[in-house]
């Protein structure tokens, strides 16, 4: 493998952190503001546009024409008290050989402070957010090519971990290993790897190289 992408929420910090609790809270208020609908409508705006245009930002931007900046800065204005650093984590990603980058939905400055309050700063080649892919957002192709073209990626010798399943069909469509991150695994095609333990994964994967 020559490139290691690695999603950031609920992939680089365990789901029990509920960070996405926060998120989706902003979300509701500000849906609440700017269509002027009341917490119930917001909130099902909210999955209707994630489960229609992959985020709740695109579903925004289609369907109202919302600038994504202003929503992404306050969405993402949250505690991150409930993040601990990992060093075994940091350590493991460190030594994997090869290009090393985190590619998020969200903004760069918001996995920065992810990345910093999980101690997992200074050891990534490069950080993509959504800003990066003009704002489409993964699982659609088109962001895809923008963030992995910038960064010459060859999908033959890399691989992807995720722990939304359907972010990986593009992916592995692309060549890549694919590895889903998450509690419960799922019968997908474009699903080589699953595991509900990255340390342990990462450290089989460094186990066969290093031996």
């Known amino acids: 493998m020559t490139h290691w992408v ?8 365990p789901p ?81 050989p090869g290009r090393r980058i985190v590619y998020t939905n969200g ?18 080649d490069a950080i993509y957010g959504v800003e990066h892919a003009e704002y489409l957002p993964k699982p659609e192709q088109g962001a895809y090519d923008r963030v992995f073209g910038t960064d010459n990626l060859n999908g033959g010798v890399a691989a992807m971990f995720e722990d939304e399943a359907r972010n990986l069909a593009v992916p592995f469509s692309m060549g890549m290993r694919t590895v889903h991150v998450a509690p419960a695994p799922q019968d997908l095609h474009y699903v080589d790897f699953h595991t509900d333990d990255l340390n342990g994964f990462l450290g089989q994967i460094l186990g066969q190289v290093q031996g």
Do not use: C
């Not at 579903?59 to 409930?82: A, K, T, Y």
């Open 6 to 13: 690695f999603d950031l929420d609920n992939t680089l910090y």
């Open 16 to 96: 029990s952190a509920r960070l996405f609790d926060q998120i989706e809270g902003r979300m509701r208020a500000y849906l609440m503001r700017v269509l002027n609908v009341n917490d119930t409508e917001a909130d099902h705006l909210r999955r209707h546009y994630w489960e229609t245009y992959g985020t709740t930002l695109a579903g925004l931007m289609r369907e109202h024409q919302v600038d994504p900046d202003p929503f992404l800065d306050d969405v993402h204005d949250i505690s991150f008290d409930q993040l601990q650093p990992d060093p075994t984590l940091a350590g493991s990603i460190r030594a994997l």
């Open 107 to 124: 903004t760069r400055h918001y996995a920065k402070q992810v990345l910093a309050a999980r101690g997992l700063d200074g050891i990534f």
